[in-house]
């Protein structure tokens, strides 16, 4: 079954990057010179997935202002010459359509919620899902994109998800959601999950392979969503939707994937890394960024800033 729709959830306050989200949300601060939900469509747009879906806060408008065309900035790119800055935006809009849907301050709370409010624009077919802050930069060309690895277990064997997982260390397992799996022979398909465990302590930790945010969703997750049941802080979370139909024997697909890094923004240090990255994968910036980190590097350990970078 082709996957044709997307859900992306950012509707958060991002209260860490006070005060720069008083005016505008925090999945448009920029990583590099692209805001970051920029990455997320064109991610979709390579896995050619068009219709996408973004679930924002209520009374947020940079999303939509970022959208709209301005007749004045082309007119002056036109006199100037510089048309091709505008090529990545000009991609997006050519190539999809991006409806915004509004959380309301009366709805519930949790990461769970924004799929509930875009349910209809799934019009009962499997999305792929993404939350975000959060994003998948692809350094092995030669690899596909990190949901298009998950759309292909997906098409495959059919189960009521899959999750994107990625290896961590057992001391930072307390920090994620964690999976456990069926042994060989038991399991249906490959990566076949049978528990998830919210923020294990290390010695409970069913294993290592932690919950990233890239996603397939069927309906069925829509439907336990729906339910409304909430979790840990009166929340709800789209975890907790997952490991009731787990535990219900649904089949739980939480794979890994090859070729690409998964940074995540959610606060300044994590945004601050996420532009290394895609500096670093960038090949106008690779070496100037290589040799600044080094130049930066001796500084700092020989306790003699530089005047100037």
């Not at 996957?3 to 920029?30: D, Q, W």
């Not at 999303?63 to 091709?84: H, M, P, R, T, V």
Request: glycine fraction near 6%; proline fraction near 5%.
């Amino acid at each position: 079954m082709k996957i044709n729709k997307a859900i992306i959830t950012a509707a958060g306050r991002g209260t860490r990057f006070l005060p720069v989200v008083k005016s505008y949300a925090k999945e448009m601060v920029p990583v590099m010179e692209k805001p970051q939900l920029q990455y997320l469509f064109e991610e979709l747009i390579e896995a050619d997935i068009h219709e996408i879906a973004v679930v924002v806060r209520e009374g947020s408008t940079s999303l939509q202002d970022y959208l709209n065309d301005d007749d004045d900035l082309w007119a002056f790119l036109k006199d100037s010459g510089k048309e091709e800055f505008m090529d990545s935006w000009k991609f997006v809009k050519e190539n999809s359509e991006i409806r915004i849907f509004e959380q309301k301050k009366t709805d519930p709370y949790g990461n769970g919620v924004p799929f509930i409010i875009a349910r209809e624009f799934t019009n009962n077919e499997p999305v792929a899902a993404m939350f975000g802050d959060g994003m998948m930069i692809q350094f092995d060309e030669s690899k596909p994109s990190v949901i298009s690895q998950m759309i292909d277990y997906y098409q495959k064997y059919l189960p009521v998800s899959v999750m994107s997982v990625v290896e961590v260390p057992a001391s930072e397992v307390s920090r994620y959601g964690i999976f456990g799996y069926y042994g060989e022979n038991e399991a249906k398909c490959p990566y076949h999950a049978n528990q998830l465990i919210e923020k294990p302590e290390i010695d409970k930790s069913p294993s290592n392979m932690a919950n990233a945010d890239h996603f397939v969703l069927s309906p069925e997750v829509f439907e336990e969503l729906e339910n409304k049941i909430e979790g840990k802080g009166g929340e709800i979370w789209l975890t907790d939707a997952i490991s009731r139909l787990i535990g219900k024997g649904k089949v739980v697909i939480a794979a890994p994937w090859e070729g690409s890094t998964w940074v995540t923004t959610g606060d300044p240090l994590r945004w601050l890394k996420a532009n290394v990255v895609v500096a670093l994968n960038n090949s106008i910036y690779k070496d100037d960024i290589k040799t600044f980190l080094a130049e930066i590097s001796d500084s700092i350990n020989s306790e003699n800033m530089p005047k100037n970078i």
